[in-house]
């Protein structure tokens, strides 16, 4: 049983005092050689004081009496072994559960504990060992310590390929967030954002209007979701069979919805009826649509780039690309605001700039060789922005072809990278698990 926390107006130093014994082992455990704060209160104690509490606890001892989850919510995680971010023993959780997160340990209400194990899905040449994680919940009310909810849940499989050519580190599937997040959200009041849910393999895209958010991800057996951005509840979900899925975007009416699959196929849904309504045969890295919608663009892993026709569905141009070729894949297409340029960001780490109507290449500018995994223009069409697998955010003037500037706070691949409407702010999600808004205007973030 937890034991029950000092109330919120028990000044500091009667704090102290109660739990002498506590507080040394938790600052000890967590590496606080003093807790900073100016509040008397009991509001700065950091989440991980909680730890010590938890691992007393037999949680599979414990009878479930099943309940609602209370916010705030603290997440705890444990491991027999060390694995990225986290050590041996008991973790802050390194994800967060929106809305609900509790910042320091007098907010916590609900306590989620997570026992973490791995199984061995095999050897890949190099000596790595490929793990699959598995995961053993238990949510408790605090400090009761009732036990509201226990399941297991289990991640995917590592990756078949693996391109490190030397090293022998373990290689981990994605965590099972998927089915952990879909446990949180019929279980609380509060609606929790569906984008908590995606894991590793995770695939987010709103709407134009905003109005809805789609998420496609290993962990929900690949099928997409029609979120409802107001209240988070489900739409609709559209089943991509056995095919992974490689991305999702918006037609710019907002009536269709492409999936590209890990096949030769780019798939369009109507939004309305959730049905098919046609398959385009592309084996595409990447695809956009043009800013009318009537033309689709698909960066073809053979040939270089299609463009078609989407009431149609025919193909009506090609689009040669000078040195492109299997090994060096376009990673990203985008149409510039006016609907006649082409930007391609490529594996080679060159970027392209083609005419849509004559399909000729205008331009080549190689800055790096780290690759480009996401092109995007500013609203105005004067900027290009680039996320490259060197962790950094690169800026050019179309007119000039110049770079004007390099943002650097990522510690691995940007993936991702998009201007806001006005084109004053500029989001980037990275590998490195975070999505960063940068302000062009100051640089910073």
């Given amino acids: 049983m937890f034991t029950q926390p000092a109330q919120r107006k028990m000044n500091f130093l009667s704090f102290l005092r109660i739990s002498r014994l506590l507080i040394p082992l938790c600052l000890a455990s967590t590496g606080y050689a003093q807790i900073q704060t100016t509040d008397p209160l009991f509001t700065r104690i950091p989440l991980a004081t909680l730890i010590p509490e938890a691992s007393k606890l037999s949680m599979d001892s414990l009878e479930v009496t099943p309940g609602r989850i209370t916010p705030k919510v603290a997440v705890l995680l444990h491991t027999s072994y060390e694995r990225a971010d986290y050590k041996k023993g008991w973790n802050i959780a390194c994800f967060s559960i929106p809305q609900i997160q509790a910042s320091y340990a007098s907010e916590v209400k609900t306590i989620v504990c997570i026992n973490e194990e791995r199984s061995v899905v095999g050897t890949y040449y190099n000596g790595s060992v490929g793990y699959k994680l598995n995961w053993n919940v238990h949510i408790l009310t605090w400090p009761e310590g009732r036990l509201i909810f226990k399941g297991s849940m289990s991640g995917n499989d590592p990756p078949f390929i693996l391109y490190r050519a030397t090293g022998s580190s373990p290689v981990y599937g994605s965590e099972p967030r998927g089915d952990f997040f879909k446990t949180i959200r019929e279980i609380t009041d509060t609606p929790v954002p569906v984008f908590a849910d995606v894991g590793d393999a995770g695939i987010v895209t709103f709407s134009t209007d905003g109005k809805f958010l789609t998420s496609a991800s290993e962990d929900r057996n690949k099928t997409i979701v029609l979120w409802d951005v107001a209240t988070w509840k489900e739409v609709r979900t559209l089943t991509a069979h056995k095919n992974t899925i490689d991305g999702i975007t918006f037609s710019p009416n907002g009536k269709l919805l492409t999936l590209g699959m890990s096949v030769d196929t780019i798939k369009l849904w109507d939004i309305a009826t959730g049905k098919e309504v046609r398959t385009l045969q592309a084996w595409a890295h990447s695809w956009a649509f043009s800013p009318d919608g009537k033309l689709l663009a698909s960066g073809d892993a053979y040939y270089g780039i299609k ?91 179309v007119a000039t072809r110049k770079e004007v500037r390099v943002l650097k706070w990522h510690t691995d691949s940007v993936n991702s990278v998009a201007f806001s409407p006005d084109g004053k702010l500029l989001a980037s999600g990275s590998s490195e698990g975070t999505i960063r808004l940068w302000d062009l205007a100051s640089q910073e973030h």
């Fill in 307 to 397: 463009l078609w026709d989407v009431t149609t569905g025919k193909e009506i141009r090609m689009i040669k690309v000078q040195g492109y070729n299997q090994r060096y894949a376009i990673n990203s297409i985008t149409f510039s605001p006016d609907g006649k340029l082409l930007a391609l960001g490529g594996e080679d780490g060159a970027i392209r700039l083609c005419d849509v109507t004559t399909g000729k290449e205008l331009w080549q500018l190689v800055e790096t060789s780290s690759s480009v995994k996401s092109v995007a223009f500013s609203p105005n069409g004067k900027l290009l922005a680039s996320g490259r697998g060197d962790a950094t955010i690169r800026l050019i003037d």
